[in-house]
Structure formats: C-alpha cells, structure tokens
C-alpha cells in the first residue's frame, strides 16, 4: 500500500464569522473547522478482489486515475483523525461517491453519523458525480453492470441529518441551503450543479465557479462551501431572496 499523505484532505479552518444582528456573537470563541473535498468513496462489494482481474476497472483507472481500491480504508482513517482533532463542523463540499452509487451513498452516511454521534457536526452538499450518474457501475464482475445511483431528492433524505433537515432555507431548485450550526455563524452549502438532459438522459453538471462565489459572499459575512471546479456560473436569481431571509445575510449572496 501506498504510504498515503492524508493531511491534504485534512484542511482546518479557523473562523469567526457572523449573520446576525449582533457582529460580536461568535467574538467569545473560536470555531474549528474541517473539510474534506472529493472523496470518491467506493464499496469494496463493487471492486474485484485483483484490479487485474477486471480490464474495464483497468482501463477506467487508467483514463482517470483515483485510489478506488483502498478509498475505504482512506476515508476511515480520516474519518478516525478527525475525532482526535475534534473541530467543531466537517464540510464535505460534494463527490462523496465513486460516481453516485447507491450503496456508497449509504456507508458514507453511516460512517458521518458516527462522527456525529461523537459531537461533530457535518454538513454536506452533492458533487456532479453523485447524483444521476450513468457511470454507476459494479466491477466486481467482467463486464461490468450497472448499479442503483441516486436522484437529488435521494440525497437529501440520505444526508438529511447533514444539513438538509436543519436548514434554515432550502433552495427551490437545487440542493442548496442555509444553516445556522452555532448561534451567529450561517453556513451557505451550495449545490454548484444543474439537472440536464444528453442525449435523452439527465446528467448533473457543475455550472458554478469559486471566483463568483468569492465576488459575492463576503468572508467576514457567512461561511461558503460547494463543489466549486468550473469554469461557468448561472445561480437561480430566485434562490435566498430577501423575501426569505428575515436577515440581512440575503443581501450578501
């Protein structure tokens, strides 16, 4: 096994950030955060006992090289580090799946609620890879077959307890939302993706940047995080208004 350097996907964060009417709220203390980007968790049941056994799995890494062999075992170990460094909140800012499998989905929120349960709070937004993706495969056999993916109301029931069910706002249309995990400290998790149609077949695709975020959130303000990779942005003009924000934080996004 590779002698993996894991403090890449560790990234802690200090921050002081407030919404609220009251500037000094969180001035008392200091909020550590963690966040994981990219995990790309993949079932052991989906993989073959020898790479080598599975060409398609052979060529898959080859054209897009990930750790999907001992991404279980990685995810664990960070999973174990982050209960020692005890941070406040873990933000996974989306492609928690290999590419939206179904049973993927379901260890990973198996796992967060172990975290959870041990006074760390998780938020977590959707990738374009877990959510209505083709490339959902098993191959744990050759040929590979197709396994059960997800739709975006799966995964807001999957990862309710991540967000979705606190929100104090959720976007009509996409999997966005705002939190308030500590008095004062808002969390805006932006689903960056949009539902399309190729060829007959829905596909989710990222469509927001992180340079436009940054023109439009104020770090002081409110703390951000999403799958933010691409090159193109179009955000809802309906989404957070101040018609649904009874604070001044909509004037900020």
């Known amino acids: 096994m590779k002698n993996l350097k894991l403090s890449y996907l560790l990234m802690m964060i200090i921050i002081v950030a407030s919404c609220t009417k009251d500037p000094d709220s ?42 999907l062999e001992i991404s279980d075992p990685i995810f ?8 020692s460094e005890k941070p406040d909140i873990l933000l996974i800012p989306g492609d928690l799946t290999k590419d939206g499998e179904l049973i993927g989905h379901e ?7 172990d975290l959870e349960n041990k006074g760390i709070k998780v938020f977590v937004v959707p990738g ?20 059960d993916n997800i739709t975006p109301e799966q995964f807001a029931e999957i990862y309710g307890n991540f967000g979705y069910y606190e929100a104090l706002y959720r976007d009509e249309n996409t999997l966005s939302y705002i939190c308030e995990p500590y008095e004062g400290l808002w969390i805006l998790g932006i689903d960056a993706n949009e539902i399309v149609t190729e060829n007959g077949q829905k596909k989710y695709i990222k469509i927001i940047t992180a340079n436009t975020i940054k023109s439009i959130v104020k770090a002081d303000k409110i703390s951000i995080f999403g799958n933010l ?20 934080v909509s004037t900020q996004i």
């Not at 664990?76 to 209960?83: D, N, P, T, Y």
């Open 26 to 67: 969180l001035a008392d203390r200091t909020i550590k955060i963690a966040a994981i980007p990219d995990i790309h968790y993949t079932h052991p049941l989906l993989l073959p006992d020898n790479i080598e056994d599975s060409p398609s799995l052979v060529q898959y890494l080859g054209l897009d090289r990930k750790l």
């Open 76 to 83: 664990r170990k960070v999973l174990s580090e982050l209960i």
């Open 229 to 248: 990779i691409s090159d193109s942005f179009n955000l809802k003009s309906n989404s957070f208004t101040n018609k649904d924000c009874p604070r001044d």
């Open 128 to 147: 374009n890879n877990d959510i209505l993706n083709s490339d959902a495969f098993s191959f744990s056999t050759e040929p590979p077959v197709p396994v």
């Open 107 to 113: 260890v990973v929120k198996d796992l967060l609620e």
